[in-house]
C-alpha cells in the first residue's frame, strides 16, 4: 500500500529540544509532515547529551535536522526565509523567547499570513504563566516523582 499519509506536502519546522516540542513534531512527521527540526550550535538539542542516545532517537525519527544560531542576524534571517516556505512553527522554548529573538508569531505571521504557531508551555494562564517547566519540575510539583 502506497497511499500519501494525512499531512503528505505540509511543511513544519520544529524548535523543540527535550520531549514536549520533539513529540509534537514527531506527531506531526509520523502524520507524513516533512519536518525540519532546528537546533542550536552549542550542542544541538539536549536529549543528544545523553548517553544511550535513545531519547534523540525515539523523539526524532523521521525529521530532518539542521544547525541554525536564531540569535545571530543570518540564523534568523535564513529562519525568516524558511518560515515563508512552511506551513506550521513548534516550539517549546521558555515563555516569551520567540518575541525575544524577534521571532514571534507576529513577525511569522507578517512573512506568512497562513504560519501555524503552536508554542508549548508548561502553565496555562495564571500566576505561573511566564514560568519555563521541564519534565521533573512538572513531576515535583504534582507529587509524581518516584
Given at each position: 500500500?502506497?497511499?500519501?499519509?494525512?499531512?503528505?506536502?505540509?511543511?513544519?519546522?520544529?524548535l523543540?529540544?527535550?520531549?514536549?516540542g520533539?513529540?509534537?513534531?514527531?506527531?506531526?512527521?509520523?502524520?507524513?509532515?516533512d519536518?525540519?527540526?532546528?537546533?542550536?550550535?552549542?550542542?544541538?538539542?539536549?536529549s543528544?547529551?545523553?548517553?544511550?542516545?535513545s531519547?534523540?532517537?525515539?523523539?526524532?525519527?523521521?525529521?530532518?535536522?539542521?544547525?541554525?544560531?536564531?540569535?545571530?542576524?543570518?540564523?534568523k534571517?535564513?529562519?525568516?526565509?524558511?518560515?515563508?516556505?512552511?506551513?506550521?512553527v513548534?516550539?517549546?522554548?521558555?515563555?516569551g523567547?520567540?518575541?525575544?529573538?524577534?521571532?514571534?508569531?507576529?513577525v511569522?505571521?507578517g512573512l506568512?499570513?497562513?504560519i501555524?504557531h503552536?508554542?508549548?508551555k508548561?502553565?496555562?494562564?495564571?500566576l505561573?504563566?511566564?514560568?519555563?517547566?521541564l519534565?521533573?519540575?512538572a513531576?515535583?510539583m504534582g507529587?509524581?516523582?518516584i
Amino acid at each position: 500500500m502506497n497511499e500519501e499519509l494525512l499531512l503528505s506536502g505540509i511543511r513544519a519546522l520544529e524548535l523543540g529540544h527535550i520531549v514536549s516540542g520533539p513529540s509534537a513534531g514527531l506527531i506531526l512527521a509520523d502524520l507524513g509532515a516533512d519536518v525540519i527540526k532546528i537546533e542550536r550550535p552549542e550542542g544541538g538539542d539536549q536529549s543528544r547529551a545523553r548517553p544511550d542516545k535513545s531519547m534523540f532517537m525515539t523523539y526524532n525519527r523521521n525529521k530532518r535536522s539542521m544547525v541554525m544560531d536564531l540569535k545571530n542576524p543570518q540564523g534568523k534571517e535564513i529562519f525568516k526565509a524558511l518560515v515563508k516556505t512552511a506551513d506550521i512553527v513548534v516550539d517549546n522554548y521558555a515563555p516569551g523567547v520567540m518575541d525575544k529573538l524577534g521571532l514571534g508569531y507576529d513577525v511569522m505571521s507578517g512573512l506568512n499570513p497562513g504560519i501555524l504557531h503552536c508554542s508549548i508551555k508548561g502553565f496555562l494562564p495564571g500566576l505561573y504563566a511566564d514560568r519555563p517547566l521541564l519534565d521533573e519540575p512538572a513531576q515535583m510539583m504534582g507529587d509524581w516523582l518516584i
